[in-house]
């Protein structure tokens, strides 16, 4: 007698499998993630699919290897190809992953308009929404176009057969946690499936050389959900981020095998969707207060993009024994670490203070050369002095209070000028060979005392 080939118990979390039942993942050490489902079998067909390039079927030495030309394709939307790394590269399976209501879809639906009016055909491909939703959304932001083609559908195989058909230039898939394939018997979204579907997918992708977006939800903790395999199985890694009381939304790329990870996006959020960003230096400067104290504007550079950041603090008496240090938009142990140094090495009594922190128009900074700005603003706020108007701070403060150089200043200086700024505080380290354009003053500073001597 043939015997039935055993079912496997899979984890939803790390996706160890086992052939019998545990309470508790081995791997990972979840409780109660091992689900039961059909042992995952090779399909006919996939052996074949490993064959990417459709040449070398044995190692062959490196010097022998032809070059390809990268093709890169852009999407339209600027500041969403300087992201990609200069447009998408064909045959790349690029993940969007952010949180609910952020404007994935969104953004996506107008990336392939924008696509559609270039005269390419492109395949939007909703699991999450009728085509009549996609058409109100598209309403919106004015996409109507008969090169883009809708569909909605969370059948795999269905939609392999479409792409086989329909052979568009770009597809996308939003959402790959409610698509699912017909080979697995386990629920869309859990593990085995995402994993398969994605396989699959990126199998197409590099054979048909269409670049494939696939739409991922962002769990509470932050990672995509689900699955962080899904991270390793495609070539790019997009999060979409941005406070939702906010209208600024950030794209950034967390993984790009074909570019820089450096790269940031900016776009605002509108009534007819999403509108670019080119100059965010103005946007988050365009409410700074005037002469007041605690806010102190910063240079800090987001990839190859220099931004001029506005840095706020307030300082004010504690009614607690220990102090509260809030922050938003910094790293809370920067702020502690540099109001120690103020307190060490300046002498601020800030041990009865209350510290809050946050960057403007709700952006996230992590770039060591704000230190600087984020003392003089700490400063300013306990002094209830304003920081001289139209002065950028750049540097990076070390624990003795010595101010020590940054990378690219001439980048940041630039931009300070151009924005109309006059006069640059900046590490004494990086003035010999800068050459600052005209209408900036560039005075270089050896510590914090020198540069709240020159400030205040
Ligand atoms: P959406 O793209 O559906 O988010 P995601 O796919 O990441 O879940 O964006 C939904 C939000 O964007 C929703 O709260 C409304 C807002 N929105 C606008 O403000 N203007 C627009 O033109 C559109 C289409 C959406
Ligand atoms: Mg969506």
Known sequence: M????????????????????????????QWHSM??????????????????SGAASRPVPIDSVGGIVEERMSTGILELDRVLGGGM???????????PG???????????????????????VSGEESIQQIKLRSQRTGAGNSNLFVYSEI??????????????RAVVLDSIQTLYSQDLTSAPGSVSQVREVTFRLAMHAKKSGIPTFIVGHVTKEGAIAGPRLLEHMVDTVLYFEGDRNHVYRILRAVKNRFGSTNEIGVFEMAEQGLLEVSNPSAVFLSERPEQASGSAVTASLEGSRPILLEIQALAS???????????????????????AVLEKKVGMPLMNQDVFMNVAGGVRVTEP????????AVASSFLDRPVPSQTVLVG??????????????ETRIKEAAKMGFEQCLAPRTNLRNLRPPSGIKVVGVKSINQALEHLF
């Not at 024994?321 to 670490?337: E, I, K, M, Q, W």
């Open 2 to 29: 043939k015997k039935a080939p055993k079912n496997v118990y899979t984890c939803q979390d790390c996706g160890y499998s086992t052939a019998k039942w545990m309470g508790k993942c081995p791997d990972c050490g």
């Open 35 to 52: 689900v039961e489902g059909k042992p995952k079998t090779i399909s006919s067909g996939t052996k074949s699919n490993f064959d990417l």
């Open 89 to 99: 590269v064909s045959g790349s399976m690029i993940l969007i992953g952010g949180d």
């Open 102 to 124: 952020i404007g994935k879809s969104t953004l996506m639906l107008q990336a392939m308009h924008c696509l559609a009016n270039a005269g390419q055909k492109v395949l939007y």
């Open 155 to 168: 059948v795999l195989e269905q939609i392999l057969e479409v792409l086989e058909q329909e052979k568009p």
């Open 317 to 339: 008496p504690t009614s607690f024994a220990s102090p509260r240090r809030t922050v938003l938009g910094l790293d809370s142990n920067r702020v502690a670490l540099l109001v």
């Open 369 to 376: 050369a704000v230190d600087l700005a984020m003392v003089c």
């Open 396 to 409: 990076e403060v070390g624990l003795t209070g010595e101010i020590r150089g940054v990378g690219q200043l």
